[in-house]
Structure formats: C-alpha cells, structure tokens
Antibody, heavy 119, light 107 residues
Framework: QVQLQESGPGLVKPSETLSLTCSVS????????WSWIRQPPGKGLEWIGY???????NYNPSLKSRVTISVDTSKNHFSLKLSSVTAADTALYYC?????????????WGQGTLVTVSS | DIQMTQSPSSLSASVGDRVTITCRSS??????LNWYHQRPGKAPKLLIS???RLQSGVPSRFSGSGSGTEFTLTISSLQPEDFATYYC?????????FGGGTKVEIK
C-alpha cells in the first residue's frame, strides 16, 4: 500500500522560503509522476506542480517564478520549495502520486500539512 | 488554462437520496476528468478516473459519465459517509485544474 507523508515547518515568515518534503513508502518513486497540491483554509484545491522521477518538472504558471520541485530517488522522497511567501501562501499542502500522462489523476494523497505564513 | 465549473456549489440531501453533481470544462477535455471527495479534516480521495472508471474499493453507488465538456457524478443512494465536498479535476493539459467543489450536506 502506497503511503505519502508530508513534513516540514508549520510556520514560515513572510518573504522567506517554504520547504516541504514528501516521503513515499510502499512504492518506489521511480517511474511515476509526483505532485504538490495546496488548499487555503476553507477554499478549493490548487495544483502547484509535478515532477517525474527522472527530474523533469512542470509548474503552475501562477507560481512558476517561485516554485522548485526536486526528487531524491535514493531517499524515495520529493520536495517543494516556494520562495518569497506571503500570507496568501497559507494553506494545507498535499503531496500526491500522479499528474499527467501515465497517471493522469492524483492517487494516493498524503494527509496534508498546514503551513502558516506569519511573522 | 482550462476552467472547471461545478454545480451546484452546495446541496442538502437525505440519506437514500439520488444526488447528481455536474462539472463543465471551458474547452473539450475528452474523458480526462477525475472526481474526488474530501471529508472534513481529511485529504481528498480519488473516486472516479477517466470520467467513468470507478476506483477499486469505491462503492458501486458512485458513477461518473460524460465526455467533451460536460460530466456528471451520481450517487445513487446517499449514505451517511458520503456527506463531503466533491471536486472534479481535468488532467488533459497543464496547469491541472480543479472545480470549485460541491459540498453535500445533510438535510
């Protein structure tokens, strides 16, 4: 059974960089796409971007200038960095397997981690 | 970007009711349409992929249909555990986008 677990600081100061890691268990990270998705409190879902195990990425243009997604196959995890954060980046951040092409859906999802941007 | 529009945004229904949720895309997405539900405090869960393919373990009271720009999710007999928010999502092109959600509440 594939399981994903997000980890990282729950509080980030404005203008700093948000950093999260998604650890994958029960499956090799190889040969799949892996995505980050976020959900502001009480709002809907926004796709942030995905990475293929080979390292190729695709980001939402609305965030592209601030987002970096990377993968570490040796540790079976992938990571998200979002720079220059503001209060608008406060959200539940989810990682999920899939995105497009071979896996054009998100399944499974991690439980999510709340990141609050505040001084 | 492909815009996904769900209707209604919320609905009240009783256990045993038949419920239908509609999702429309701003351009044709063939059958690249997925449905998720999200219970309060939980992560979304994939119910249906490719417009009509029920995921393993998902009860058969859920069904999906449609292609092109109009899609529906139907729950044939609403159960207590189905009270949640439902999202559609297109996966034909990036940026991948979700509908705004339909909250199914208890009447």
């Amino acid at each position: 059974q594939v399981q994903l677990q997000e980890s990282g600081p729950g509080l980030v100061k404005p203008s700093e960089t948000l950093s999260l890691t998604c650890s994958v268990s029960g499956s090799s990270i190889s040969h799949y796409y892996w995505s980050w998705i976020r959900q502001p409190p009480g709002k809907g879902l926004e796709w942030i971007g995905y990475i293929y195990y080979s390292g190729s990425t695709n980001y939402n243009p609305s965030l592209k200038s601030r987002v970096t997604i990377s993968v570490d196959t040796s540790k079976n995890h992938f990571s998200l960095k979002l720079s220059s954060v503001t209060a608008a980046d406060t959200a539940l951040y989810y990682c999920a397997r899939g995105g497009i092409t071979m896996d054009p859906w998100f399944d499974p999802w991690g439980q999510g981690t709340l990141v609050t941007v505040s001084s | 970007d492909i815009q996904m529009t769900q209707s209604p945004s919320s609905l009240s229904a009783s256990v045993g009711d038949r419920v239908t949720i509609t999702c429309r895309s701003s351009q044709s997405i063939s059958n690249y349409l997925n449905w998720y539900h999200q219970r309060p405090g939980k992560a979304p869960k994939l119910l249906i992929s490719a417009a009509s393919r029920l995921q393993s373990g998902v009860p058969s009271r859920f069904s999906g249909s449609g292609s092109g720009t109009e899609f529906t999710l139907t729950i044939s007999s609403l159960q207590p555990e189905d009270f949640a928010t439902y999202y559609c999502q297109q996966s034909i092109s990036t940026p991948l986008t979700f509908g705004g959600g339909t909250k199914v509440e208890i009447k």
